[in-house]
């Protein structure tokens, strides 16, 4: 197993899996989708790390017959179906348990996984006995912990807390006499949007190799966000430029069906103009909004931006990671196109959604004919 499994959701564009890949990436998958992406993009199925909270009997049954390095169980129930999969197919899945360890990550509520009572992991206190479940099952072949507390954590005593109590539980484990191999020490690591202060990735890395040694395991560790989100922008037209009461606010062609974390989370992402601005243009405090039917389809709001019009082109920063994959048709908008740069040279890695496409998937029934 590589050290390193890139988590597909952060980006899933097959250019992108398969740079990482070539860079000597495994890959963190979700899905029956993510689990046939990583393929196609080359990952070899040994390399990939099977996580999640609601796998289905249809997408184990596929990962155990592609052969998959790793099922992060999150339940007791996922244990048995898990088992159960493996029988009928006559071989073993490898499984590592994720840990609830009761750790605040300190991030935005929706994207903290790691403490009690959200719907991760498994409680730390009811880990020795599952476990002994797991060495017992038929089917099951448990090779380790894992844990991964939330996405976009600034501050790294978190991970300390949650990697200290995988830890003690690896210890407990042992000296149940349980040789416990592997642990998977989730995502996590965030970025700089605006001014949040993540600690440097050595620091992390650091933290990472402490944690190995002590127990002398191979660790895993399952970044997005950091390796995608800074290699993004979402370029977008200025459409309109209006007055809404006091505010200037321009009317742009992408929206929160392009890009949702705004909306969702109401996460901050730089937004510039492309041209350079002439020196000494005065900005005005501008509200960046989509074309779409809700208040909450705004980008930004409040930047300070030089006198825009219809026409011009702004840059979105950072969308790389939770940007196109959380992306939808909402107001029957195509899915925007994305390219990927190298140096000079464009390549076109997802062309635009058209219209055809879009109306396609639907179907009227024969009775309205
Ligand atoms: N491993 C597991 C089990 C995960 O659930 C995740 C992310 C990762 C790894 C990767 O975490 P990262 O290194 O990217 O923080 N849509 C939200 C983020 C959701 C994260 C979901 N899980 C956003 O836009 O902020």
């Given at each position: 197993m590589r050290c390193i499994c890139y988590?597909?959701?952060a980006n899933d564009n097959l250019a992108v899996i398969r740079t990482l890949a070539r860079l000597g990436s495994g890959a963190d998958i979700i899905s029956g989708g993510e689990l046939r992406r990583a393929l196609q993009a080359g990952i070899a199925a040994e390399q990939l790390v099977f996580a999640g909270p609601g796998k289905t009997r249809e997408e184990m049954e596929l990962a155990l017959a592609s052969g998959v390095g790793q099922f992060n169980v999150e339940s007791p129930a996922e244990l048995e179906a898990l088992a159960s999969a493996a029988r009928a197919q006559g071989t073993q899945a490898p499984v590592a348990l994720r840990v609830n360890p009761d750790v605040d990550a300190e991030t935005h509520d929706k994207i903290a996984t790691g403490r009690r009572g959200d719907k991760f992991g498994i409680d730390d206190g009811d880990i020795a006995a599952l476990y002994?479940?797991?060495a017992a099952l038929e089917g099951i072949e448990p090779v380790g912990l894992a844990v991964h507390i939330?996405?976009?954590l600034s501050r790294l005593a978190p991970f300390e807390a949650a990697y200290e109590r995988v830890i003690d539980l690896v210890e407990d484990l042992r000296a149940a006499g349980y040789?416990?191999?592997r642990i998977n020490l989730g995502g996590g690591l965030g970025v700089r949007y605006r001014d949040e202060t993540p600690p440097p990735v050595e620091a992390y890395g650091a933290l990472v190799e402490r944690v190995r040694q002590r127990i002398g395991v191979t660790a895993i560790i399952?970044?997005?966000r950091w390796l995608v989100a800074p290699a993004g922008v979402l370029l977008t037209r200025v459409i309109a430029v209006k007055q809404a009461g006091e505010r200037r606010c321009v009317i742009?062609?992408?929206?929160?069906?392009?890009?949702?974390?705004?909306?969702l989370y109401d996460a901050w992402h730089a937004i510039e103009p492309v041209a350079e601005p002439a020196p000494g243009v005065s900005t005005v405090e501008t509200d960046v909004a989509g074309p779409v039917c809700e208040s909450a389809d705004v980008l930004g709001r409040e930047r300070p931006l030089p006198p825009l019009a219809a026409g011009d082109l702004l840059a979105v920063r950072d969308v790389g990671a939770y940007g196109s994959v959380m992306a939808s048709t909402y107001n029957s908008r195509p899915l925007a196109a994305e390219v990927m740069v190298r140096g000079?040279?464009?390549a076109s890695i997802r062309p635009r959604q058209d219209y055809e496409t879009?109306?396609?998937r639907d179907l009227v029934p024969s009775w309205l004919a």
């Open positions: 988590s597909i959701k002994a479940r797991a939330g996405s976009q040789p416990v191999e399952e970044p997005g742009v062609d992408a929206a929160m069906n392009d890009l949702m974390r705004p909306a000079d040279a464009l879009l109306l396609a």
